[in-house]
């Protein structure tokens, strides 16, 4: 199947600072790419759908100038966390769309932030 | 707005039992359901994606169903194993917005005793 990487899969940093998370399709080119923040308990909440050399689109409630992504290639996509605050804290997933199961998305391991 | 709702919120079962997890969604205009399975502190993996034109999908012990009329999906879990245990989501692809999206549930948490 479809792999998807995350890295870093964790990362602690302190409040005011500002932290990316790359997502890259190793074995196919996702068209669009997915971003995710899951809270403990809760279940995913989609907070951005990129295709690639476009803008994000954003859902609602998500501050696009604090959650900048890039889409710049078929392989990659980067999500920069701005100005983080302790409330960012939480498990942010990537998704892509793209591969051999044209409608279906595959799901990258997550990365756990944590801002002090 | 679409909305997907899954009970139980947790479950507990032996070894060796059959178990159905439920999945309810409330817009019935959906492309597809598909079911993930997320263990603590991980990523998602795809278990079964069932297109709207289909009934079901078998994979190994498990098997899902999709009612679309009814906004309704089950995935039955035979013969489960403690390596099963595991968070279980379901989630539907609506056509909202210009590409659609994935509306996941809250899950079940699953927990299988040897």
């Known amino acids: 199947g479809a792999v998807v990487s995350q890295h870093p899969s964790w990362v602690i940093c302190k409040s005011g600072t500002s932290v990316k998370i790359e997502c890259r399709s190793l074995?196919?080119?996702?068209?669009?790419m997915f971003w995710y923040r899951q809270f403990p308990k809760q279940s995913l909440m989609l907070m951005a759908t990129s295709n690639e050399g476009s803008k994000a689109t954003y859902e609602q409630g998500v501050e696009k100038d604090k959650f900048l992504i890039n889409h710049a290639s078929l392989t990659l996509s980067t999500l920069t966390v701005t100005s983080a605050h302790p409330e960012d804290s939480s498990f942010y997933i990537c998704?892509?769309?793209?591969?051999?199961?044209?409608?279906?998305?595959?799901f990258g391991p997550g990365t756990r932030l944590t801002v002090t | 707005k679409q909305e997907v709702t899954q009970i139980p919120a947790a479950l507990s079962v032996p070894e060796g039992e059959n178990l159905v997890l439920n999945c309810s969604f409330t817009d019935s205009a959906i492309y597809n359901l598909q079911w993930f399975r997320q263990d603590p502190g991980k990523g998602l993996t795809s278990l079964l994606l069932?297109?709207?034109?289909?009934r079901e999908q078998t994979s190994g012990r498990l098997n899902a169903s999709l009612d679309k009329s009814s906004g309704r999906s089950t995935l039955y879990i035979a013969a489960s194993q403690p390596g099963d245990s595991a968070t279980y989501l379901c989630?539907?692809?609506?056509?909202?917005?210009?590409?659609?999206?994935?509306?996941f549930g809250k899950g079940t948490k699953l927990s299988v005793k040897p």
């Open positions: 074995d196919f080119q996702a068209t669009t």
């Open positions: 989630a539907v692809w609506d056509y909202g917005g210009s590409q659609g999206n994935l509306i």
């Open positions: 069932i297109q709207s034109s289909q």
């Open positions: 998704s892509a769309r793209g591969g051999q199961g044209r409608y279906e998305q595959y």
